[in-house]
């Protein structure tokens, strides 16, 4: 009786978990440069007094979907969608350096370089600042060229691109960020952008729409399992207690 309780809670527990990534997963569907949450489930024996004969399933987060998202053209100079694995370079409000594949930007009141959140961008020596009332340009390297009325462009800096060793080498944090276990990554010369475009979200939201009807199917059958479970148990009482 009790193997069918752990078995159908664990089951029910492993559901709602899967619930949660892919709803959030669903939530982002729209946002620029978000990658996909992948999970898996591991099983971890119960300890106690006797042979361990009882597992509960638990969560593992095995990283994120690397995949490519679609470029969406926009024809903003201040756009731009990373290509291949590489990612960009930002400062985050913990001023450690993370990345992120979002490629919206701006130059906020003190003409610093950031993204649409506020977050400064990275250069290779730091934050970049461009001249006030200047037309910015981002070659295709990372290059900024920012051009004054009257002026020939000048550069002013270049986008920190860097390319993980691993498809999995970079871990989400709370602030939707990545960062690398082993500290900041160095810049790969090789990395390139494309400018005028966006990355958008590596969420399928049919996959996703499915997948969610799945693990809700799977959490209504661990329930009605938990259900037998008790009305064997209120049966064997009943005996017992007849006897």
Do not use: C
């Amino acid at each position: 009786m009790d193997r069918m309780i752990y078995l159908s809670m664990a089951g029910a527990k492993a559901a709602m978990q899967r619930q949660d990534v892919l709803s959030h997963n669903l939530a982002n569907v729209t946002t620029n440069g978000f990658r996909a949450e992948l999970q898996a489930f591991r099983a971890v024996p119960v300890r106690g007094d006797g042979a361990s004969t009882r597992a509960f399933a638990l969560e593992t987060t095995i990283g994120y979907n690397d995949a490519q998202g679609p470029l969406t053209p926009t024809g903003r100079n201040l756009d731009v969608a990373m290509q291949g694995k590489s990612w960009l370079a930002v400062q985050g409000l913990d001023g450690t350096e993370a990345y992120t594949r979002a490629g919206s930007l701006d130059v906020n009141a003190e003409g610093l370089l950031v993204m649409r959140n506020g977050l400064p961008v990275l250069g290779d020596g730091g934050p970049i600042n461009v001249p006030p009332n200047s037309e910015v340009a981002i070659g295709s390297d990372g290059t900024i060229s920012a051009k004054q009325p009257n002026q020939r462009p000048t550069t002013v800096g270049r986008l920190k691109l860097v390319t993980p060793e691993t498809t999995q080498a970079l871990t989400r944090g709370e602030d939707g960020l990545f960062r690398a276990a082993e500290g900041d990554l160095p810049a790969d010369p090789a990395a390139r952008l494309q400018d005028g475009a966006l990355e958008g979200s590596n969420v399928s939201p049919v996959e996703t729409m499915v997948a969610m009807i799945a693990a809700g199917r799977q959490f209504e059958q661990q329930m009605k399992l938990l259900q037998i479970a008790q009305t064997q148990g209120q049966q064997s009482a009943k005996l017992l207690g007849s006897t």
